[in-house]
């Protein structure tokens, strides 16, 4: 299964940040409104000179189990290139990415960002589908599993792997395997599992 797509990231946080743009209601809150960039008075401007992206550990992550997490050969190295990009860690302040094995065969993998505290929650789940577009190509479609909403990518980048993905609470969580149906079981038990 080492042909996952691999997660042109920095495209969809780029188009995401502009959600962030962040503009007073009567109560004074930030919500976002989508403009053509983020400007440095934004919350994700101002924190990303105070924070650096960091690979999180593997502790994050949801037991998986009969499923075992492993880590492919680059995915460190290339979790951290993705946050040297100013995009990236202007909204994350972190992620991780694993395969996930069964009896020592890759059946499909995990990947989670996690959000810059600056970010705000009610602009989080916009993200998600722009991610899940990003890593699979093609448009994914928003469903729900049990009462999580989800975006769905079928046939990412014209292979057979189904791409699931999810904002929960400070993270997004992506979640890929050959097929939905498979796809969409691995998510829901990642869903039950970070409960």
Partial sequence: ???????PLVL??????????????SSGSP???????????SPAASSASSSSFAVLPESV???????????PAGADAGM?????????SSVFAGGISRELSYQGKAVGGVELYRFLPAVPADARAKFVPLMVQSFAQVTPVPTKLGSTSVEVADAAR??????????????????????????QQMAQQYIAQSK
């Fill in 158 to 183: 014209g292979t057979t792997i189904t791409a699931v993905g999810w904002a929960q609470g400070d993270d997004v969580v992506l979640v890929w395997a050959q097929g939905v149906s498979a796809t």
């Fill in 12 to 25: 969809a946080v780029a188009g995401a940040a502009t959600l962030l743009t962040a503009c007073s209601t």
């Fill in 31 to 41: 919500t976002p409104t989508a403009t053509a960039s983020a400007p440095a008075s």
């Fill in 61 to 71: 992550l949801a037991d998986m189990k009969p499923l075992v997490y492993t880590t």
């Fill in 1 to 7: 299964m080492r042909a996952r797509p691999t997660v």
């Fill in 80 to 88: 951290v290139a993705q946050g040297a990009k100013p995009a990236v």
